[in-house]
């Protein structure tokens, strides 16, 4: 079975380095050493076969030629009569050299006696016979006799060389069918041997490769459960080992894979179920318009983003260390008004003022034991679990909102956060309302004292002109004076109508509202009534294009257009009531920067005089408040007989958030 499924990953040790001794390339070179020396021995032994060989061929030659020298010697022997003496002696010294070459071998010719003993005692028998018969009768000299000896000895000498020669020629066809059984051993080892060496690679080497190609291609088709049998301890061993942690580890990651993914799906969608709540929250929030129906809006949304069964909206009153109930549902009406959840430091909803979140799981027990032993209505009204939170702003803790459970709840981290950054919201929000009623307030106040600066400017002034003739007329009827009562009663008729047109003309500076481009007509305009007002004579010059390059400055935006007009209508009026002038001029530029000149010739005044009388001019004062609104500057030049230049300068970076103050 080549694969196997384990359940448990391969053991620890396997990390560990492979020893010398299990690596495959030890094998391969063992395996290889091996196959060399065995061939190298029989290689050896072949040719150590074919010298023997060798030298046992020339042994039979020189065994064979005993038999034709023996014959030589006869036929010497039977010449020796015949005065061939020498040649009789040459044969024997001959035969005895072959013999003793026979004997000792010739490694250079090579010439060797095959090493079995019965070839070397024939060799023996024959080197007797020849040196106890047939030598001693070649040399016996001039017998007559010996020739005819010699050749009754020579069959028995010449047979025992034959047996010789047998013997050696015997011996020789056994070596070379040895060598040939070797030759053949040889061929069939390399045979066996290649088929060997080709089984063990494709056991070592082929084997565990397919065996991994095959486990990666199950691996990428998902088969995580699959594991490779680990047999060796080699290398491929080791990567077996790894190819199974690598499979282990797989098949544990894709069989959590699932349960992340959907774990990451519920967070991404409570995620975007916190961050659909915090947005809708925070559009309530922004056009919520009181802090009652703030608060209630919230916590509805609240209760029914967390299954709460009652809540509390409470602000703290840090003063008195009080909290004031602002909104509550689900909640018992004894409950909601308890005297001790009014107090910051009786009640787990004030300790969240300090601690910024506190939750009971269960108020059977901990705490809430606890708690139901003092009597806390929340636990006697039938409510398991609390949660409150902190409701925070850049002041630090303005109050605390509640959740009441009738169930034992605890609530995870992430809606403890998303709890916790909705009090932070509902505390910003009612942060701006508060601030946005100051506002208001301030706005009012403001409003009040530029009224009272209007009318302390213009109808306090003709009131108390009124009332200085109305005191007069009085004392002329007293004295029945009736020529002064005649001068005195014009006077009061010219008083009256100039505090009514003075009347009419705050109506209209109060109710005067501009809209983006009006500013001209609306000069135009003011410019007509002064005119309409007095004798004064007015010029009226605008310059949209002062910047020299012909193109016209950004558009003043509403508020400061109501600005500027209100600061010319005052400059004319100052004109009208003060100047005694018979000609004023009105020069409007817009180019870069927005440029009013408003110049008469009338009386004048001396400014360092004006700035130490206790009654300063409220109606200068006025314009200087506006132009600071406006961000811009305004410079009054004046004299005595030599009349007055007002200049206001806006810079045309100027501000425009500025507020709508008439």
Not at 236 to 261: C, I, K, P, W
Not at 382 to 395: C, D, E, N, T, V
Not at 578 to 588: D, K, S
Request: with cysteine.
């Amino acid at each position: 079975m080549p694969y196997t499924d384990l359940p448990a990953d391969p053991p620890a040790e396997a990390q560990a380095a492979t020893p010398l001794r299990h690596r495959l390339s030890t094998r391969i070179i063992s395996l290889s050493l091996a196959v060399l020396l065995v061939v190298l021995g029989m290689i050896s032994g072949t040719l150590w076969l074919s010298w023997k060989l060798e030298g046992a061929g020339a042994a039979i030659n020189d065994a064979g030629s005993l038999r034709m020298r023996a014959n030589r010697v006869a036929i010497e022997l039977a010449l020796a009569h015949a005065q061939r003496g020498n040649a009789l002696a040459m044969q024997v010294q001959a035969l005895d050299g072959t013999l003793a070459q026979l004997r000792r071998g010739n490694p250079s010719r090579p010439l060797f006696l095959p090493d079995e003993p019965a070839i070397h005692a024939q060799l023996a028998r024959v080197t007797q016979d020849w040196h106890t018969q047939l030598r001693p009768i070649a040399m016996a000299g001039a017998d007559s006799t010996a020739p005819a000896r010699y050749i009754a000895a020579l069959p028995g000498f010449v047979a025992q060389a034959d047996k010789l020669v047998g013997m050696i020629e015997h011996d020789s066809a056994r070596k070379t069918d040895l060598l040939r059984l070797s030759q053949t051993a040889l061929a069939l080892m390399a045979c066996v041997g290649t088929v060997a060496v080709i089984y063990l690679l494709y056991l070592w080497i082929i084997l565990p490769v397919l065996r991994l190609q095959d486990g990666l291609r199950r691996m990428a088709a998902r088969e995580f459960s699959l594991r490779l049998p680990v047999e060796t301890r080699d290398e491929f061993g080791t990567l077996s080992e790894g190819f199974n942690r690598m499979a282990g580890e797989l098949q544990s990651l894709y069989h959590d894979l699932e349960a992340r993914v959907a774990q990451k799906t519920a967070e991404l969608e409570r995620q975007n179920r916190d961050l659909e709540e915090l947005y809708d929250m925070a559009a309530f929030l922004n056009q919520a318009r009181d802090a009652d129906t703030m608060a209630r809006g919230f916590l509805a949304r609240v209760m029914r983003q967390f299954d709460a069964e009652g809540g509390s909206v409470r602000v703290l009153d840090p003063r008195h260390g009080r909290m004031h109930l602002l909104a509550s549902a689900g909640l018992p009406a004894a409950l909601a008004e308890a005297a001790s959840c009014a107090a910051a430091d009786a009640c787990h909803c004030g300790d969240a003022t300090r601690e910024a979140v506190i939750t009971i799981t269960d108020l059977r027990g901990g705490q809430g034991a606890a708690a139901m032993q003092d009597g806390t209505p929340c636990a006697h009204n039938g409510f398991r679990a609390l949660a409150a939170f902190r409701i925070g702003s850049q002041r630090g803790a303005t109050g605390v909102f509640a959740l009441h459970f009738r169930a034992p709840r605890a609530l995870p981290a992430s809606d403890r956060q998303l709890l916790e950054t909705l009090g932070q919201h509902l505390g910003t929000a009612l942060e701006h309302l508060r601030l946005s009623a100051t506002a208001r307030q301030l706005a009012v106040v403001e409003e009040r004292n530029l009224v009272a600066q209007g009318l302390h400017d213009s109808i306090a002034q003709g009131l108390n002109y009124l009332n200085l003739q109305v005191q007069l007329l009085d004392d002329a009827v007293a004295r029945d004076d009736l020529a002064e009562t005649r001068e005195i009663v014009p006077m009061l008729r010219h008083g009256v109508e100039e505090s009514y047109q003075d009347v009419r003309e705050l109506l209209n500076n109060f109710r005067s509202r501009l809209g983006s481009g009006e500013l001209r007509p609306a000069v135009e305009d003011t410019v007509a009534r002064f005119r309409r007002q007095c004798r004064t004579e007015a010029t009226l010059t605008i310059d949209e294009h002062a910047d020299g390059n012909g193109a016209a400055g950004r558009p003043l935006a509403p508020e400061q257009q109501l600005q500027v007009l209100f600061i010319l209508q005052e400059a004319l009026s100052n004109v009208r009531k003060h100047a005694l002038a018979a000609h004023v001029t009105v020069a409007l530029s817009h180019g870069r920067d927005f440029r009013l000149v408003v110049e008469d010739d009338g009386e004048g005044f001396d400014p360092a005089e004006l700035a130490t009388r206790a009654d300063a001019h409220i109606g200068l004062n006025i314009m200087r408040e506006r132009a600071a609104r406006l961000g811009a500057q305004l410079h009054v030049q004046a004299a005595p007989g030599r009349g007055v230049r007002i200049e206001l300068l806006l810079p045309r970076h100027a501000p425009q958030n500025i507020e709508t103050q008439p």
